[in-house]
């Protein structure tokens, strides 16, 4: 079945470690987008894709950072300069920039 | 920055009800989208609204993209304890580099069985 793959659900890291969240689709979509979702929140976005091998910032990059070398996958490391990184990620992707979004499920990090 | 702002922010409702639920910006869109996101899962679109004054219905909800361009509604008739969840709005912003999507707070839904 096509979709968006997020892995995995749940995430516990030691404070200090980068840690890398995975995000695959097999939807043949050019863009894919990773937004921050805190309690109570609306959704934020940490960095985008519009194609391969290109990404951009997006409102809140600081202490992230993301790859794009294959067209379906888009992983996301948390690096230890991230200040507050306990928080549910989402990966989603679209058929081209700025068009109807697909999310995955999310992976709640918990950082301790 | 650009901002979606929703209405009500939460709401608890007896089932069986109809509920409404809007979002509106100061700036004009293209597309407006509404989600649904259920406790600890991603959002799952529910209605894509591609034309001002279009009503559009999926099962017992009904969006309608405004004549302005900067409001949509989004109705659920007879509600069910399932629609209990976090209803967002989204739109992209203009083509161009500006065509990021950007999502409001959401509408937290509460129905009491």
Redesign the interface.
């Known amino acids: 079945d096509g979709g968006?793959t997020?892995s995995p659900k749940y995430l516990f890291r030691k404070e200090g470690q980068n840690v890398t969240l995975s995000c695959e689709q097999n939807l043949n979509h050019d863009a894919m987008?990773w937004?921050r979702q805190d309690p109570g929140?609306?959704?934020r976005?940490i960095y985008?894709s519009q194609i391969v091998n290109d990404f951009q910032k997006?409102?809140i990059a600081e202490g992230y950072s993301v790859s794009r070398e294959k067209k379906e996958s888009f992983p996301l490391t948390v690096t230890s300069a991230q200040k507050n990184p306990t928080a549910?990620y989402?990966c989603?992707s679209?058929i081209n920039?700025?068009?109807?979004?697909?999310?995955?499920?999310?992976t709640?990090l918990t950082v301790v | 920055?650009q901002q979606l702002n929703q209405s009500p922010q939460s709401m608890f409702i007896q089932e069986g009800e109809d509920v409404s639920m809007n979002c509106t910006s100061s700036s004009i869109f293209n597309?407006w989208?509404w989600?649904k996101q259920d406790p600890?899962?991603?959002?799952?679109?529910l209605i894509?609204l591609y034309k001002a004054g279009e009503l559009t219905s999926n099962g017992r909800l009904t969006a309608q993209f405004g004549i302005t361009r900067k409001d949509s509604f989004l109705n659920i008739s007879a509600s069910i304890p399932s629609d209990v969840g976090i209803y967002?709005c989204?739109g992209?912003?203009s083509?161009g580099s500006q065509?990021?999507?950007i999502?409001?707070?959401?509408t937290k839904l509460s129905v009491k069985p």
């Open positions: 968006i997020q987008y937004y929140q609306g959704l976005l985008y997006g409102d549910f989402l989603a679209s920039f700025g068009t109807t979004a697909f999310f995955g499920q999310g709640r | 920055g597309t989208l989600y600890g899962e991603g959002p799952v679109l894509a967002f989204a992209p912003l083509a065509g990021n999507l999502f409001g707070k959401g």
